[in-house]
């Protein structure tokens, strides 16, 4: 499978369903960028900046966070239980059907 459906709810609450290739090392970040969608990824995916971040709305199992996206998520606003960093979720076919909602801008 090349492709998969990636589901962005972005800060309006418009539900964007996104054709998302696997085999082009992306992530969701990149992916939003490449769609147009509000997101800034200044730190160009780096986890550093947290202006990636999105929550996680549907039961996918993604892997463990990393500490560095820890850190960053420790510093960043609006975090949530469910909060993840964009750029640290690698599109691939075990994401398949995941939805994740904008978070609010800093
Ligand atoms: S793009 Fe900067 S933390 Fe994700």
């Known amino acids: ?9 972005d800060r309006e609450g418009l539900s964007h369903k996104l054709i998302a290739p696997t085999d082009m090392s ?3 970040m990149e992916l ?12 160009g995916g780096m986890a550093m900046c947290a202006t990636c971040q999105c929550y996680l709305e549907s039961d996918t ?4 966070q990393s500490n560095d ?3 960053m998520l420790d510093q960043a606003f609006f975090v ?4 993840r960093l964009g750029c640290q979720i690698q599109i691939e076919e075990s ?12």
């Open 1 to 9: 499978m090349a492709d998969i459906k990636v589901t962005i709810i």
């Open 26 to 28: 992306m992530n969701i």
């Open 32 to 43: 939003c960028k490449a769609y147009e969608l509000p997101v800034l990824g200044e730190c």
């Open 61 to 64: 199992e993604l892997y463990e």
């Open 69 to 71: 996206e820890l850190d």
């Open 80 to 83: 949530e239980e469910n909060s």
């Open 95 to 106: 994401i398949e059907g995941i939805v994740l909602r904008l978070a609010p801008e800093a």
